[in-house]
C-alpha cells in the first residue's frame, strides 16, 4: 500500500497480514499527504480506503 510516498506496507497471501501504526505515525503520515495533495492542487477531503480481495 502506498500512501502518496510513503509506504504503509504490503498485505496479502505472499506478505503480511496486517500492517500497524502508531498514532502519532498515521497522524504524521496523514498530515504530510493531505499538504503533498493540497500542493498538487486537489481539494477534495483526503480519505484512506484499504481492501484486499484475493484473486477469484
Not at 6 to 30: C, H, N, Y
Not at 31 to 51: C, H, M, N, W, Y
Request: net charge negative; charged share 25%; glycine share 10%.
Amino acid at each position: 500500500m502506498l500512501f502518496i510516498g510513503t509506504k504503509l506496507g504490503i498485505i496479502g497471501p505472499e506478505a503480511e497480514d496486517e500492517v500497524q501504526l502508531s498514532g502519532p505515525d498515521a497522524r504524521q503520515v496523514f498530515g504530510d499527504t493531505e499538504v503533498k495533495l493540497r500542493q498538487a492542487g486537489f481539494t477534495e477531503e483526503p480519505s484512506l480506503l484499504i481492501q484486499w480481495q484475493p484473486d477469484a
